[in-house]
């Protein structure tokens, strides 16, 4: 792994003759977003951990594992907390009824589950 810019790019190695994978995180400026110089789109880390359990659901299908239930079970806690986070943060509460919710579609605007976006006009 190499940062490109740090807590925004990265570039992932690639394996068994693979390219380089870019990774971008992104940017935004502003009061809430101290040390930032410049701006541009990019994921969050919700979106890395949705990948990453699809993968490992993906790899535990291929050859079930007990490592690899309790993988996926701490990358749903993880992604769990990003989105109750974020929901603190925005005022809002989330409400989920099981952790499957959180692989659902996200808001095309915040990149959140459960904002509020959907009810604005674009």
Known sequence: MKITDAGHCYIAE???GGEPQRIR???REGDNFPFNDGSYGGTNCQEI???LIDRCEFLYKQKPCAETECIIANLRSALLLFELRAARRHDR???LVSTDQLMS???KICGHIGCHHENEAL
């Open 14 to 16: 690639g394996l068994d």
């Open 25 to 27: 995180f992104v940017k």
């Open 49 to 51: 951990l949705r990948i």
């Open 93 to 95: 509460q989330l409400e």
């Open 105 to 107: 579609d996200t808001c």
